[in-house]
């Protein structure tokens, strides 16, 4: 059993933000793959279904983003999962341009405060993770505004092919291949190269 955890806010007030693209992920995964994400088990939302001839469940914690280490510590405890193997976590990234991939298999929350709580509840910091760029914050901005800030027109045709990386770098990773996924999607932006 594999777990593909997205992490966002609950509650429509919060679609569509830059906080939210866990759970946009999530949601792409489950079209693509016809899973319905909409059993309540615990304080999360989640789907069960196959994947690449792989059991997997796609999940949205509902206990809002300060709080995800709640939701995934009762997933992990009740489906048994390996968080070393067999756990996945989606989230943004406020130090990456807007749809740039960032492969990790361990590391340290980076000032994002879900992850920091993950690993409290986990009490370890080895999971597999895809950081999705949603663009550094403007000056003078508050951090708190600006992951709770929608996307741009420009921002959401970027968003859009990252966010189609990610689900091809998630099927990469349920396949064993994350070593290959990094490869892959950790490069900059071509754009950045120039």
Do not use: C
């Not at 059993?1 to 792409?28: A, K, S």
């Not at 993950?118 to 505004?145: C, Q, W």
């Amino acid at each position: 059993m594999f777990l593909i955890v997205g992490l966002g806010n609950p509650t429509l007030q919060y679609e569509g933000t830059r906080h939210n693209v866990g759970f946009d992920v999530i949601d792409l995964l489950a079209d693509k793959y016809n899973i319905t994400v909409e059993t309540r088990k615990g304080r999360a939302y989640i789907g069960k279904g196959m994947m690449e001839g792989k059991k997997v469940i796609l999940a949205k914690p509902q206990t809002y983003m300060n709080l995800s280490g709640e939701s995934v510590r009762s997933l992990v405890d009740y489906y048994k999962i390996d968080e070393e193997s067999e756990l996945l976590i989606v989230y943004d990234d406020v130090s990456l341009g807007v749809g740039q991939l960032r492969i990790r298999k361990k590391g340290s929350a980076g000032g994002h405060n879900g992850i920091k709580n993950i690993i409290s509840h986990l009490g370890t910091n080895v999971f597999m993770r895809i950081k999705i760029g949603v663009g550094e914050k403007p000056k003078k901005y508050d951090l708190a505004d600006y992951v709770l800030s929608r996307f741009s027109k420009v921002e959401r045709e970027q968003m859009e092919e990252g966010y189609e990386k990610a689900v091809r770098a998630a099927v990469m990773i349920l396949n064993g291949e994350t070593d290959a996924a990094m490869n892959e999607y950790n490069r900059k932006a071509k754009q950045e190269e120039a």
